[in-house]
């Protein structure tokens, strides 16, 4: 059974905290508090700020020897993150506060693996939450009042929420007994039919994880791949790409493919669905876009092709990344369309914009004993593209 860590600022929220550990005990689990408070030592921790802050890359004086509070809350954040990936003993992660200490143990929670329980009680849980759990399984609890002093409110959302973190780090979920490897798979509507069938040809050996391409989803995919729970990924979907180089709304980050770059998971991708830049109702699209070639996916999204020159801008943003993967690595270029409404007939056909895409890749690309680029001349959602996804997904993962 592993321990509770209960994170908060002991200068300011120590009676709170004390009592979050007091609940855990209780409920027979070992509780362990520990201080990020910036202002001043904090009473009754078990592990004092100090102890934390020494975990800053540039030692504890880049945390507690400052002056701007904003600073040292960034700062603290960085010592947290690096304090708990370094022990081996915590079941669950239970963090208290307002604004300034949710942004800073949220970011160490974000840090920590799929799976291990994490619980943030705070006064921002029901706003927009996504800045502080971005693809992680971390769990935001409003705090309905403010973390001021012991009230009849507060007593009871703190000790639910101590109560919740003693049960999972009490009864952790048994590894899956299912040994298929696990595959991340990205997918959009327009990849589908693809995805579909490589997953009808690789669902008997492999469990297949399919990640919606809205953002959010190709991060989760790549936390997963940080996590150690994939072993292996079909990206066959990078829209993503486009949204963040152009403005739409569902951007991947800078750190896109980065989970493959530090793992050296085998990896197949395409350029799935590049064809396009997401937005929200047509009269949402900025102004600067409203004269370019627009589609009504539905009433909630309306999608806008994306021209020749931001194709070579999305080609060498791509590329650059895949040169820097150091482990099994087969790209396919499909050279009849990269989604369902880019083939012939259909709103978002241009052979000019997908060759420049094809070019600026090809141009960028550095040949490597573990990478191969390979172009299949059909369109992404062919039978003879998933074919070649799934042979060349078998000939680097035996």
């Not at 609940?23 to 509780?31: F, K, N, R, S, W």
């Not at 499909?334 to 141009?363: C, E, K």
């Amino acid at each position: 059974m592993g321990k509770v860590y209960i994170v908060g600022t002991c200068d300011t929220k120590g009676v709170e905290l004390n009592y979050a550990r007091e609940v855990v005990l209780a409920a027979g689990t070992e509780a362990v508090l520990v201080d990020v408070g910036t202002l001043g030592e904090g009473a009754g921790a078990d592990i004092p700020a100090r102890d934390v802050a020494v975990f800053h890359p540039d030692g504890a004086a880049a945390v507690l020897g400052q002056t701007d509070r904003g600073t040292a809350v960034s700062a603290m954040a960085k010592a947290l993150t690096a304090f708990l990936k370094s022990r081996d003993d915590i079941g669950s992660v239970l963090g208290l506060g307002g604004t300034g200490n949710t942004a800073l143990v949220t970011e160490a929670m974000r840090a920590l693996p799929i799976g291990l329980p994490k619980l943030m009680v705070s006064t921002v849980a029901s706003g927009n939450v996504a800045p502080y759990v971005g693809p992680n399984d971390l769990t935001m609890m409003y705090s309905v009042v403010d973390i001021a002093g012991l009230n009849a409110i507060s007593r009871r959302v703190i000790g639910n929420a101590a109560n919740a973190a003693a049960g999972m780090a009490r009864n952790p979920v048994p590894a899956s007994t299912d040994d298929r490897p696990g595959i991340g798979m990205s997918m959009f509507g327009v990849t589908t039919p693809c995805v579909t069938q490589v997953r009808e040809m690789l669902g008997k050996t492999h469990e297949i994880y399919v990640f919606h391409a809205t953002g959010v989803g190709g991060q989760s995919m790549e936390k997963l791949a940080d996590s150690g729970l994939l072993q292996g990924v079909i990206d066959v979907t990078t829209t993503e790409v486009p949204d963040l180089l152009v403005g739409g709304v569902f951007p991947a980050t800078e750190d896109r493919f980065g989970a493959i770059i530090r793992t050296g998971l085998p990896y197949v991708g395409s350029v799935g669905a590049v064809d396009m830049v997401n937005f929200g109702a047509r009269d949402t699209v900025p102004a600067p876009f409203r004269h370019r070639r627009l589609h009504v996916h539905n009433a909630q999204v309306t999608l806008m092709r994306t021209t020749p020159e931001e194709n070579r801008r999305i080609g060498a943003f791509i590329v650059e990344r895949l040169n820097r993967m150091q482990g099994p690595v087969r790209f396919l270029l499909p050279l009849q369309g990269v989604s369902a409404i880019d083939a012939a007939g259909q709103p978002f056909h241009d052979p000019q914009a997908d060759d420049a895409l094809f070019s600026a890749i090809r141009v960028g690309w550095r040949d490597a004993p573990n990478r191969r680029l390979i172009e299949i001349d059909a369109h992404i959602n062919s039978p003879e593209f998933a074919a070649a996804l799934v042979a060349s997904f078998h000939e680097i993962h035996a």
